[in-house]
């Protein structure tokens, strides 16, 4: 009898362990978008600017990790297209990632909402100061998201809205980012 109770014991605390787990729905690969990236005020009312961005986003060791490469011309004609690479980490079985950069420019957390990684929140510190926080959403036609910029010397509302499109796109886009050759 005592045996019996103790593996029943066991049994419940195997089951609370796992109860807390998250099991994702995601498959590993590639997958590529393009579009645009706009600058508003915090309100969003008064444009800042835009400019045009390519992601390449690999889903890695069954979703546990995720690298995306986002690629942007650079800041003034004739200078080299910059590449923010990003990295995020699943912390342990839940839809909590940690999240940096390669440049070590900033740190911090995106949540997922659903087990298919399709939406997602913001929580991220930069380096230099100031934070970024907001959502996202990942749909077959692409990624959108809306991110706040604070506690830097101009807050703004970064909106992304950017069209899935094919590898061989990807590639011409970023090409199409560089300058032209001697120019640098």
Do not use: H
């Not at 009312?45 to 690298?67: C, F, H, M, Q, W």
């Not at 970024?132 to 990624?143: D, R």
């Not at 499109?165 to 560089?178: G, L």
């Amino acid at each position: 009898m005592d045996v019996l109770k103790i593996g029943l014991v066991i049994l419940a605390a195997a089951a609370a362990a796992c109860a807390g787990a998250v099991v994702l729905k995601v498959s590993d690969g590639e997958a590529f978008y393009y579009g645009q990236v706009s600058f508003f005020s915090p309100d969003g009312k008064l444009p800042y600017g835009e400019t045009e961005s390519a992601v390449k986003r690999e889903v890695l060791e069954n979703g546990a990790r995720i690298v995306e490469t986002v690629t942007q011309p650079g800041r003034a004609p004739g200078m080299r297209p910059v590449e923010i690479v990003t990295q995020l980490r699943r912390r342990g079985k839940t839809l909590a990632y940690d999240a940096a950069d390669a440049a070590g420019t900033f740190t911090g957390r995106l949540v997922f909402k659903d087990v298919g990684l399709k939406a997602w929140t913001y929580d991220i510190k930069l380096k230099e100061g100031g934070t970024i926080t907001g959502t996202g959403e990942l749909t077959p036609a692409g990624i959108r998201t809306a991110k706040q910029l604070a506690g830097t010397a101009r807050a703004m509302l970064i909106k992304e809205d950017l069209g899935a499109i094919k590898a061989a796109e990807y590639a011409r886009r970023v090409a199409e980012m560089a300058p032209a050759r001697g120019a640098e």
